[in-house]
């Protein structure tokens, strides 16, 4: 991602060398540039594609990002390469059903079946979760799930939060020249609905099996 939380983890873990791992070499120049720290490096790297690191480490985490490729088996076995024998693996994720009346806006403005976009954000239950890091050969699998509702006062608030997050998944599938004015259309569906956002979050651990002497 953009490398805030790499950069206050690296802030919290003192002595501790941290990487920064991104898909996109764009991200990736942006946290370079953004969230610079002593002790982080950031590395463009496809974990799907066996690309190699350099090192293993004891944890893998990720915030708020792993909704976009999903339980994917190739990326989980990635994954699983980089971390030592005995540790962890650690994930906060949106879930199955998340952010469901920003996707009702979208589809009611924009005529489109996101859920059937290959660039919509993969939302998936906590068992499909739990299954997939099992079936990666994780053990000790916990995964959890909690529910988040906000309330929006304003169709400008809720425009703010659709803007972060639904322009990259209409790119490409209507006018980029419509995007901004379909975030306002759906923005004002919403305040005049609920005004809500319903974050499904899930949030896992998993290990890596130790090494049997």
Request: proline share 5%.
């Amino acid at each position: 991602g953009s490398g805030e939380f790499t950069r206050e983890l690296a802030e919290l873990l003192a002595h501790r060398t941290i990487f920064g791992l991104d898909v996109s070499s764009d991200m990736v120049a942006h946290a370079q540039m953004s969230n610079a720290h002593e002790r982080v490096s950031y590395i463009v790297a496809d974990l799907t594609n066996n690309d190699p690191l350099r090192d293993h480490f004891q944890v893998a985490t990720s915030t708020m990002a792993l909704h976009w490729p999903g339980p994917d088996p190739e990326f989980l076995a990635g994954v699983s390469r980089f971390i030592e024998p005995g540790g962890v693996f650690l994930a906060g994720l949106h879930g199955e059903g998340s952010c469901q009346e920003g996707v009702d806006a979208f589809e009611r403005v924009a005529g489109l079946d996101l859920e059937g976009l290959p660039t919509m954000f993969k939302r998936r239950s906590a068992a499909a979760w739990e299954r997939a890091l099992c079936d990666a050969g994780f053990v000790d699998v916990e995964v959890e799930e909690r529910t988040v509702a906000t309330r929006y006062a304003s169709a400008a608030d809720c425009q703010r939060r659709l803007a972060a997050a639904w322009p990259p998944i209409l790119s490409g599938h209507v006018p980029d020249a419509d995007i901004d004015a379909l975030v306002t259309a759906a923005a004002q569906v919403m305040i005049e609905g609920t005004g809500l956002m319903t974050s499904r979050l899930l949030e896992f651990s998993a290990c890596v099996p130790s090494v049997v002497k």
